[in-house]
């Protein structure tokens, strides 16, 4: 049974940091791309930032660019999504993504194979 489990969600104030963590398993995502979206109250589901396989190559949305970091490790089939200089437009709940092999078009959740459960990040002004 395959499974991404999120962690690090918290309150945190703008400004501030954090970084989230996804474990799979289940079986490995080495070979395939990882990344998170984000939801926000009322609003649909969004792509945050991805990573492929070696983690040679990392995408952004715009909001998140120069403020975010995707990374992986592989050996431990985890993903991380550090989370610098936060806003309150960052309060959503983050879902880590595990794609289906061979994607190459990351921003829309169509494209995701797995999800995790979400983790909560609320972020007061």
């Known amino acids: 049974q395959v499974q991404l489990v999120e962690s690090g969600g918290e309150l945190v104030q703008a400004g501030g940091s954090l970084r989230l963590s996804c474990a799979a398993s289940?079986?490995?995502?080495?070979?395939?791309?990882m990344g998170w979206f984000r939801q926000a109250p009322g609003k649909e589901r969004e792509f945050a930032a991805a990573?492929?396989?070696?983690?040679?190559?990392?995408y952004y949305t715009d909001s998140v660019k120069g403020r975010g970091t995707i990374s992986r490790d592989n050996a431990k089939n985890t993903v991380f999504l550090q989370m610098n200089s936060l806003k309150p437009e960052d309060t959503a709940v983050y879902y880590c993504?595990?794609?289906?092999?061979?994607?190459?078009?990351?921003?829309?959740?169509?494209?995701?194979?797995?999800w995790g459960q979400g983790t909560q990040v609320t972020v007061s002004s």
């Open positions: 993504a595990a794609y289906y092999y061979g994607t190459n078009y990351y921003a829309t959740p169509l494209n995701v194979q797995y």
């Open positions: 289940g079986r490995t995502f080495g070979s395939v791309t």
């Open positions: 990573i492929n396989w070696s983690g040679g190559n990392t």
